[in-house]
């Protein structure tokens, strides 16, 4: 708690390149399931590939767009940007685009490598490389996920961070 505080305080450049690293190990290792997880696929395991119907995938897709949280703290560190009203909206559409196929793509692995009745619900993944022999990956799964975890909170916390200073500059402050 006390480093989060510590690089909340220091300003948006250092919190900026530290959410930069910790966001390059995240990648990282979702792309590390994907190439791996690729290779113990089983194609037996996508049928049936919509076992819940449209109405299902459209259920879970509701479910997992809580999963984009972050964009708005996103564009409220925009004033501290250089040429937010270009490039704001470009970092937007790109890291969406991004996150979306990463998503897609590790969704896949992971139905691949195992029948959707045997995904573990609490940690689908790092089960899922269990499954295959894969322990050391498993765990190191099971880390980037605890990252992944943190690293939200801190994006959270960046975010009011820099909503207090545009309240209190546009007044939208309650008085004490």
Same mark, same amino acid.
């Given at each position: ?27 990282? /290792? ?10 113990? /696929?089983?194609?037996?395991? &996508? ?23 972050? &964009? ?18 470009? *970092?937007?559409?790109?890291?969406? *685009?991004?996150?979306? /196929?990463? &998503?897609?793509?590790? @969704? ?8 959707? @009745? ?23 799964? *099971? ?7 943190? @690293?939200?909170?801190? @994006?959270?916390?960046?975010? /009011? ?10 007044? *939208?402050?309650?008085?004490?």
């Amino acid at each position: 708690m006390p480093v989060r505080r510590v690089l909340l305080t220091l300003g948006i450049k250092s919190a900026a390149r530290f959410e930069t690293v910790v966001v390059v190990l995240k990648v990282l /290792v979702v792309l590390l399931v994907i190439v791996v997880g690729f290779f113990h /696929v089983s194609t037996s395991n &996508y049928s049936p590939f919509f076992p819940f119907g449209v109405g299902g995938a459209f259920t879970g897709a509701a479910t997992v767009f809580f999963a984009v949280f972050g &964009y708005d703290a996103m564009s409220t560190a925009a004033e501290e940007s250089k040429d937010a009203q270009r490039h704001m909206p470009k *970092a937007i559409m790109y890291s969406l *685009a991004i996150t979306m /196929v990463l &998503y897609v793509l590790a @969704t896949l692995v992971l139905t691949g490598m195992q029948n959707y @009745t045997e995904v573990d619900p609490e940690s689908g993944f790092s089960t899922a490389f269990q499954s295959v022999g894969l322990d050391a990956l498993a765990d190191v799964i *099971a880390v980037g996920a605890i990252i992944g975890i943190l @690293t939200v909170m801190f @994006t959270f916390m960046l975010g /009011v961070t820099r909503m207090h200073p545009s309240e209190h500059c546009f007044r *939208a402050a309650v008085p004490a």
